[in-house]
């Protein structure tokens, strides 16, 4: 099935950390299975980097490879370094993806993005971290 | 590693006899049907002589066959042909839910052209209820079209009783007979249809050769304009290998066709029989009895088609789906969607379509191959873990 680069297919035939966090920190869904794909990303936080990432995905080839990718680009970084995976940077690590899976690299931008919310919320960070963002872009 | 061709409502391969049937003619034997002059002589009566065997397969006069490029030509001749030499009489036309892009999007663009459409739903199992068919008929339909067999989910249609209720209302019907025609009987007098579309290439004939049955005396719009080919009804210099690849291919679906059904009828129920004992949560889609006889099709659950099917191609099988993923424009199958499977389910569709080349062997590598991709791609689901908790937290 030649739609798919190497780099891709190789992330879709092994992919990384794939599985669920027990008691994780954060969780992070988007999709639903209605459109087509669906991503779950767990992550644990200590000392405000993400020492262990899993994800559970439903959805297509790219949307597996990219869950893969982005829980690997994310492993150890710090929160405000995993803030800045953008989806066109996914896609840049996955070399590429055909255009009509394009969406597929938001969604696993915006999975891990939520789980940190998620994280922040429950340490009741979430207002903090806004304005940091926020101070951040000025 | 083992090749197992399992996708053959996309293709099926060419016989070696429809090969060698079509051979000379993209040899020495290379004249225009249009010249007069040996050459020219010699391409004809091969046309015409694959005219007579299409004839034959489908019960009809020669003259009434008109040569195509595929079935998508067909359909669209059909519709548009039909629906604009008719149009002085209403501009009403209706079709089933569940067809083949190349017949719906046709419909389409007459609706853009000023006719109006209705489109006619299917059960749970894919069937057109005649009934409903003839609700939908109005005084101004003028055109009617079913398909006789849905090569996605295999259910075959009641035609004979459609074409009975659509023509009782006055209206012209037609039938995309692309996945039946040399598959199963198909006789234009017995379906008492007006029009039917087939292609050689879904029953070993090449690529760019199809046909449009059209019953004698019907009128309709020719398609391309040009030259007086196929009577004036279809222009352009006839593709002259393909069509007698055709008709060889018809030749031999005649001669063989219950020796073909009974051999695939006995994989796909090897399959059907096989799945569910190995995986759980396996539907099986379209009609159980009335369905084509190498159709398996099925939705898995928890799981997308797409990476099934790449799986499944790194271990050698070829397969289809209609989930969203797997098509260009990711939106799930049209046919699944009509037969009410919800979006979720539909995304685990995965077909395996039969052909003459399969064995017992492979039914069993793909029974042995794919519970392994479908364990991989449900562990990696979140829709999977989710019902193994509510499983748990029912019990």
Not at chain 1, 26 to 36: R, T
Not at chain 1, 98 to 127: D, V
Not at chain 2, 150 to 176: C, M, N, W, Y
């Amino acid at each position: 099935m030649p739609v798919y680069n190497e780099k891709v297919m190789e992330h879709f035939m092994n992919p990384r950390n794939v599985g669920e966090i027990e008691n994780p920190d954060g969780i992070g869904e988007v999709g639903n299975p209605v459109c087509g794909d669906m991503m779950t990303f767990y992550i644990k936080v200590d000392d405000n980097r993400l020492s262990d990432v899993k994800f559970k995905t439903f959805g297509c080839g790219a949307a597996i490879a990219v869950s893969s990718i982005v829980s690997e680009m994310a492993m150890g970084k710090t929160l405000e370094e995993v803030r800045k995976i953008t989806p066109a940077l996914v896609a840049q690590e996955l070399e590429g993806l055909p255009k009509n899976k394009y969406h597929c690299s938001n969604l696993g931008a915006q999975a891990l993005n939520k789980a940190i919310n998620n994280y922040l919320k429950k340490q009741g960070k979430a207002g903090e971290s806004k304005r940091r963002r926020k101070d951040e872009k000025e | 590693m083992r090749k197992v061709y399992l996708d053959h409502v996309a293709t099926t391969p060419v016989s070696h006899e429809v090969l060698e049937a079509m051979l000379p003619y993209l040899k020495d034997a290379y004249g225009n049907p249009q010249s007069l002059h040996d050459w020219g002589d010699e391409a004809r009566e091969a046309i015409e002589d694959a005219r007579g065997r299409v004839a034959s397969l489908i019960g009809a006069q020669p003259g009434e066959i008109i040569f195509t490029s595929s079935g998508t030509e067909a359909n669209n001749f059909a519709i548009k042909g039909l629906a604009l030499a008719q149009q002085s009489k209403g501009k009403h036309i209706v079709v089933s839910a569940i067809e083949h892009f190349s017949l719906l999007h046709s419909a389409r663009t007459l609706e853009k052209w000023g006719f109006e459409l209705t489109l006619v739903p299917v059960d749970r199992y894919g069937v057109v209820d005649p009934e409903g068919v003839a609700k939908s008929i109005r005084e101004d339909t003028i055109l009617v079209s079913v398909m006789h067999a849905s090569s996605e989910v295999g259910t075959i249609q009641p035609i004979r009783e459609i074409a009975r209720l659509a023509k009782e209302a006055g209206a012209i019907f037609h039938t995309d007979a692309v996945a039946t025609t040399g598959t199963i009987p198909v006789d234009v007098k017995e379906l008492a249809v007006d029009a039917l579309s087939l292609a050689g290439n879904q029953f070993y004939g090449p690529k760019g050769a199809g046909a449009l049955w059209v019953k004698k005396g019907a009128r309709i719009i020719p398609f391309l304009d040009g030259g007086v080919q196929e009577g004036g009804r279809r222009a352009g210099t006839e593709n002259v290998p393909a069509i007698v690849g055709l008709g060889k291919a018809a030749e031999l679906a005649k001669a063989e066709m219950e020796s073909r059904t009974d051999r695939l009828l006995a994989l796909r129920n090897r399959l059907i029989e096989g799945l569910p004992s190995r995986i759980e949560h396996v539907r099986l889609t379209g009609h159980p009895t009335q369905r084509l006889p190498g159709n398996s099709s099925f939705c898995i659950e928890f799981i997308e088609g797409e990476a099934m099917l790449m799986l499944l191609s790194s271990k050698g099988v070829a397969a289809s789906s209609g989930s969203a993923c797997t098509s260009k424009v990711l939106k799930a199958s049209h046919v699944l969607t009509a037969m009410g499977i919800p979006p979720a389910i539909a995304q685990g569709s995965l077909l395996f379509s039969f052909g003459l080349d399969n064995t017992e062997e492979d039914v069993d590598y793909v029974l042995e191959v794919l519970p392994p991709i479908v364990d991989k791609l449900r562990q990696m689901s979140p829709l999977y873990s989710k019902f193994l908790k509510e499983e748990r937290g029912g019990k």
